[in-house]
T-cell receptor, first 112, second 113 residues
Framework: DQQVKQNSPSLSVQEGRISILNCDYTNSMFDYFLWYKKYPAEGPTFLISISSIKDKNEDGRFTVFLNKSAKHLSLHIVPSQPGDSAVYFCAASALGNTPLVFGKGTRLSVIA | ETGVTQSPTHLIKTRGQQVTLRCSSQSGHNTVSWYQQALGQGPQFIFQYYREEENGRGNFPPRFSGLQFPNYSSELNVNALELDDSALYLC????????????FGSGTRLTVV
């Protein structure tokens, strides 16, 4: 039973446009959400996070939106750049130092 | 500040064999977690170590075991390897009081034939 779902395996966007990556979760105990970016032959690197007490968090070109009632979060990248091409993982955690639960990832390709 | 280093980067083993993977945590980090990432999947939590003791375990059989050393480095041991154990194994370290400050290593790609 997948608790964190990324239903789009891949996404292709033109350079300069907006990329929107979606993530759904089923466990209502999750209270902290993170996005990681992964290049081939590298480990996941932290991108941005959001606590369940917020509905938006912004960091430069990256914004994460959280809709708790829908159990849905999204990552917006504006403007998209070719260097953003990578696999993006959504991850969630419940109260305390519990392990991260990851989605399957979405491969983003930004075309110049 | 050094990051998380894992060794080896690639490994090929035969079914039934045993394997040990190693991880050096980031400087200042005292907690180490191991994840398995199968092809086309997200990382799945195996277990976590803090103060040299297992501090949480995912849905993995006992043939997956680990160690944490006084310098906070860690090992993942897998006995009686199966073909389905072929995956990328990721180590992540953090500080106990920094709940979500995980730093991941580049992983060890294990292939079981």
């Amino acid at each position: 039973d997948q608790q964190v779902k990324q239903n789009s395996p891949s996404l292709s966007v033109q350079e300069g446009r907006i990329s929107i990556l979606n993530c759904d979760y089923t466990n209502s105990m999750f209270d902290y959400f993170l996005w990681y970016k992964k290049y081939p032959a590298e480990g996941p690197t932290f991108l941005i996070s959001i606590s369940s007490i917020k509905d938006k968090n912004e960091d430069g070109r990256f914004t994460v939106f959280l809709n708790k009632s829908a159990k849905h979060l999204s990552l917006h990248i504006v403007p998209s750049q070719p260097g953003d091409s990578a696999v993006y993982f959504c991850a969630a955690s419940a109260l305390g130092n519990t392990p991260l639960v990851f989605g399957k990832g979405t491969r983003l390709s930004v075309i110049a | 500040e050094t990051g998380v280093t894992q060794s080896p980067t690639h490994l090929i083993k035969t079914r039934g064999q045993q394997v040990t993977l190693r991880c050096s945590s980031q400087s200042g980090h005292n907690t180490v977690s191991w994840y398995q990432q199968a092809l086309g999947q997200g990382p799945q939590f195996i277990f976590q170590y803090y103060r040299e003791e297992e501090n949480g375990r995912g849905n993995f059989p006992p043939r997956f075991s680990g160690l944490q050393f006084p310098n906070y480095s860690s090992e993942l041991n897998v006995n009686a390897l199966e073909l389905d154990d072929s995956a990328l194994y990721l180590c992540a370290s953090t500080r106990r009081d920094e709940l979500y400050g995980y730093t991941f290593g580049s992983g060890t790609r294990l292939t079981v034939v």
